[in-house]
Nanobody, 115 residues
Framework: QVQLVESGGGLVQPGGSLRLSCAAS????????MAWYRQAPGKERELVAI???????NYADSVKGRFTISRDNAKNTMYLQMNSLKPEDTAVYYC?????????WGQGIQVTVSS
């Protein structure tokens, strides 16, 4: 009965910004790492960014310097601030979170970067 719900996606012009949110709800006893993945048409799903329970972060080379992952433990919510967006960032973005020691996926949210 744990759910992950993404929000904040949409259409943005190149160079613009979006902030994605992933909120966990339900019977939550613990949350470990929180991560963002994305999958573009014809591409494999790839890890975009991850943040551990201790706050350590890692990013895909393609987004370093442009994206920032963060978390608010009090709200059981993770964020992905995306700046200087490029057309190649267009994809469905999924949150992946270790909740109650189980890896769980959100439903995915579309991000489209286009003029």
């Amino acid at each position: 009965q744990v759910q992950l719900v993404e929000s904040g996606g949409g259409l943005v012009q190149p160079g613009g910004s979006l902030r994605l949110s992933c909120a966990a709800s339900g019977s939550i006893f613990s949350i470990g790492f929180m991560a963002w993945y994305r999958q573009a048409p014809g591409k494999e799903r790839e890890l975009v960014a991850i943040i551990t329970s201790g706050g350590s972060t890692n990013y895909a080379d393609s987004v370093k310097g442009r994206f920032t992952i963060s978390r608010d433990n009090a709200k059981n919510t993770m964020y992905l601030q995306m700046n200087s967006l490029k057309p190649e960032d267009t994809a469905v973005y999924y949150c992946n979170v270790l909740v109650n020691e189980w890896g769980r996926w959100g439903q995915g949210i579309q991000v489209t970067v286009s003029s």
